[in-house]
């Protein structure tokens, strides 16, 4: 994980919140903490590149996932360039969920 947190401590605009969803302890407190903060379709968004960079990351081909997801190739594009230019947040979470640890 080289850089995790680098960029966010510099962007981040209200360190509160991000604090506040380490507060979450169960898949449903976080699920209603994100559908009160956002709309069902930035939920639906978020859920959506979550799964493009899981399969990108399992290696997984632009087709196959636009196939499967319904993403756009602007949107799988993005993500890979996300991968690409990451601050670890991608391969923290994958890494504990390829641990078992979720």
């Known amino acids: 994980m080289a850089a995790l947190g680098k960029r966010v401590a510099k962007k981040a605009k209200n360190e509160d919140f991000y604090k ?43 087709n196959d996932i636009l196939e499967r997801t319904g993403a756009s190739s602007a949107t799988i594009s993005r993500v890979s360039r996300s991968l690409n230019d990451s601050d670890g947040g991608y391969e923290c979470v994958f890494g504990r969920m390829d641990d078992g640890k979720l």
């Open 20 to 62: 506040a969803i380490l507060l979450l302890r169960t898949e449903k407190e976080c699920y209603s903490f994100f559908r009160d903060v956002c709309t069902l379709n930035e939920l639906r968004a978020m859920e959506q590149r979550f799964e493009v960079a899981r399969l990108l990351t399992k290696g997984m081909v632009y």
